[in-house]
């Protein structure tokens, strides 16, 4: 029941739209969505990792302008030929290297992940303006392009490497022994911790695998736009956090699953989406987006408490 | 282990915000503590250092600074009205020359440059103004440049049909002037409906916007977006969507990259206010201010320019369109960007 909430929530808003703007349920429709779904998908996806372990990242909505500004200044500069095999490496690296900033400064130091990743979020936005003076960036290179702008048939890349991305959580989540342990620490952290497991190691690694996945979509976010500024991380965060607690990923950890954060991104693009075509002021977008997320909360209560009863 | 711990935390949030304050720090030689020789310093607040716009007025204006030989302290204001308040009374306290801001809200500026008045401090707000006797405004027309480019676009659909308009957010001074007057232009004209959305200064906010307004409104005819910074993202919505006839993009600020799309024909017109050159002449009326000198008019307007291709420009004059406006063509307006040759050295 408590996985299918997601999906009842979707339907519902496709039947209700459906019912208000015949033209919604269109091709058109599901192709921009697929389009627009990737990134806040993607960061979703490492920030559902993160919240199953315990713990929460603030870091990958500057980490996108800063990473986006890193592989954009590499590219203008034409730092190692400039080429799109260094601006996706750049692009990974400087996401793996917040990620293990952020564990380590959770690990080692035990400094708590919010307060942490907070501090992390700061240092992140004041470099993204420092990087190349904060200077906007153009990418014209058609093989950068090609990962934000270039479809196969009418589906859009950005689509398949979100599923592809996707696949990879599942599969680490369901498939390995990090997986256990990362679905372990979010119940007991000590309990794993007595049961032999290297909770140091694996907490690095996760963070580090969240902050990857939020370098890929910073590649993505500068692709699609053909520029990076560091004005790119827009609402991000907010939203990502949201899609993974609207797909069920609970805040207090140990639960959560990548079909359910799908959905959650789904969710909170069509949201905007909707109220563009329903012609809604637009500034009840936030509005909206914000009862999205109380309802789910609510559902996790209230089913929680079913359950135990 | 928990003392360590703590003071490792101190050092962590201390370094943030060090890196925080990086961007606003301006030329190599400028020192904080102002008055340790004759140089004049001046204090600028801006909105926000992550737009575009900003960063350049930053550039702009440091040349100026080295050009004139005074001092300049940069701040951001992190689109933020209490703590660009704080910022406007700590210039007040180190005693600055001249105190120039980009007000965010200019109704709650009153009192902050009131202080800075009766401590002998000019003020300048630029963009906005604030109505203190003291003070001193500087503006970019853009209300009244928005409103031509309405009036253009309006034109050019034949005076019907969809046009959308992508703003930066309300509240904000220059987006509510660039809204505005599209809105004056465009109520004129009753057959044409307009379509609003906020892309909150961000490209990526911008094409999603763009792509959902394209999607729901499939007879749009023109877009027109506020910042070319988001105007260059939100085309690519309309590229995606094999728009690029059929739609009329349109934008504001003159910088490089979006002349070179009005070159290419990606864009119909930008207007050139110049970041760079605002950045400069802002510093300049600055400088005027601090050696003591008091303009007549307490409004101050920067040349601008349109800029467009023969073609477009050719297209605009048969408009007959009651305003007298300057169009210089994108390699021109290129070339102006980075020299400041309208601002006569005073």
Known sequence: ?309 | MKKFVSIALVLILALSLLAGCGGETGGPDEGTTPDTDAKKVLGIILIDLTNQFFVDMVEGGNQAAEDYGVEVIWKSSDGNIDKQISLMENFIEQGVDCILVNPIDSAALEGVIRQASEAGIPTVTMAGNVDVDSNYCTVYNDYENTKIIGDIVANMVGGEGKVALLYGNKGNLVSDLRQGGFQEAMAAYPDIELIEQPMNWDPATGLKAAQDIIAANPDLKALHCVSDAVTLAAYQAVKDAGKEDQILVTSFDGNPDACIAVEEGQLKLSVLTGSKRAGYWNVQVGVQLANGERPDDQIINMATHFVMTDEMKATVEAMNLDADISIIGPQEAIAMADLYTDFEPK
């Open chain 1, 1 to 309: 029941m408590k996985e299918a909430a997601p999906i009842i929530v979707l339907m519902a808003m496709l039947l209700i739209l459906n019912s208000l703007n015949s033209d919604f349920m269109s091709l058109k429709t599901l192709l921009n969505l697929m389009h627009q779904v990737s990134v806040v998908g993607i960061v979703a996806m490492g920030a559902m990792i993160v919240i199953i372990s315990g713990g929460i990242d603030f870091t990958a909505g500057y980490g996108l302008a800063m990473i986006g500004m890193a592989a954009g200044t590499v590219y203008a500069t034409g730092i190692l030929g400039g080429s799109v095999y260094i601006v996706v490496l750049v692009s990974l690296v400087c996401g793996a290297l917040i990620g293990a900033l952020n564990g380590f400064l959770i690990t080692k130091l035990k400094i708590v992940p919010f307060i942490a990743t907070l501090a992390v979020m700061s240092l992140l936005q004041g470099m993204s303006m420092l990087i190349g003076n904060g200077n906007m960036v153009m990418i014209r290179d058609p093989s950068i392009l090609w990962f934000g702008q270039g479809r196969i048939g009418s589906i859009p890349v950005s689509f398949l490497i979100y599923i592809f991305f996707c696949l990879v959580a599942h599969t680490i989540l369901k498939r390995t022994k990090m997986g256990v342990y990362i679905y372990a620490l979010g119940g007991s952290e000590d309990a794993t911790r007595f049961s032999g497991i290297d909770v140091t190691k694996y907490k690095i690694l996760l963070y580090m695998l969240a902050g990857t996945y939020t370098g890929i979509a910073s590649l993505l976010t500068i692709s699609k736009l053909g520029l990076a500024a560091p004005s790119i991380y827009g609402s991000t965060l907010l939203d990502a956090i949201a899609a993974a607690i609207i797909g069920g990923t609970s805040l207090s950890g140990g639960k959560g699953k990548v079909m359910g954060t799908f959905v959650g991104a789904i969710i909170i693009v069509l949201i905007t989406t909707a109220l563009t075509y329903l012609r809604i002021k637009p500034e009840m977008q936030d509005v909206f987006k914000g009862v999205v997320i109380l309802l789910a909360l609510c559902f996790d209560v209230v089913i929680n408490k079913i359950s135990k009863e």
